[in-house]
T-cell receptor, first 111, second 113 residues
Framework: GQSLEQPSEVTAVEGAIVQINCTYQ??????LSWYQQHDGGAPTFLSY????GLEETGRFSSFLSRSDSYGYLLLQELQMKDSASYFC????????????FGAGTRLAVHP | EAQVTQNPRYLITVTGKKLTVTCSQN?????MSWYRQDPGLGLRQIYY???????DKGDVPEGYKVSRKEKRNFPLILESPSPNQTSLYFC????????????FGPGTRLTVL
């Protein structure tokens, strides 16, 4: 089956840099996505990596290493509003729109 | 405004009383999904749809039904709800493409007593 592992909680201070890791096990790989979810809100899409390397979008970057079945989300210049849960996700080979999400990492940013 | 809407947003019901949670998207997306979210388990896909009249099971389909009679609507049906279906439910749509970017609705919090 498919599975993803990510840390359950991460804590950091404002202005710092934090990395949220995600390791995956899938029988076929079609890319790694990241979503952000604030308390009481809906998940929102952050990024997608299909190829190895770093993708940068403003303060957020996402990295993928297919040989290591590993990716991470990098958040720079942390702000209080970045306090949220972050989920990695992969597509299940069983279906185009069949997605598997990690259990999520709760990020707490402190002053 | 491009969006996914769900109704109701909150629902308390009793075991065995059939209910339907509606989902509608105005972005003309081909693909739609239902997820449930439980503490410590993340988002788990219940059912997904690739187009009108085309649906398939996700990871946790037991106890749920869906239909896709129109492109914009994808209702979730619980024929005989049980307490273990108490959860936060999200509908999502996506336009296709390599990233499978999901656009989520605001969520429906369901409590089954």
């Amino acid at each position: 089956g498919q599975s993803l592992e990510q840390p359950s909680e991460v804590t950091a201070v404002e202005g710092a840099i934090v990395q949220i890791n995600c390791t995956y096990q899938t029988s076929g790989f079609y890319g790694l996505s990241w979503y952000q979810q604030h308390d009481g809100g809906a998940p929102t899409f952050l990024s997608y990596n299909a190829l190895d390397g770093l993708e940068e979008t403003g303060r957020f970057s996402s990295f993928l290493s297919r040989s290591d079945s590993y990716g991470y989300l990098l958040l720079q210049e942390l702000q209080m509003k970045d306090s949220a849960s972050y989920f990695c996700a992969v597509r299940d080979p069983g279906g185009y729109n069949k997605l598997i999400f990690g259990a999520g990492t709760r990020l707490a940013v402190h002053p | 405004e491009a969006q996914v809407t769900q109704n109701p947003r909150y629902l308390i019901t009793v075991t065995g009383k059939k209910l339907t949670v509606t989902c509608s998207q105005n972005m003309n997306h081909e693909y739609m999904s239902w997820y449930r979210q439980d503490p410590g388990l993340g988002l788990r896909q219940i059912y997904y749809s690739m187009n009108v009249e085309v649906t398939d099971k996700g990871d946790v389909p037991e106890g749920y039904k869906v239909s896709r009679k129109e492109k914009r609507n994808f209702p979730l049906i619980l024929e005989s709800p049980s307490p273990n279906q108490t959860s936060l439910y999200f509908c999502a749509s996506n336009p296709g493409g390599s990233g499978n970017e999901q656009f989520f609705g605001p969520g429906t919090r369901l409590t089954v007593l």
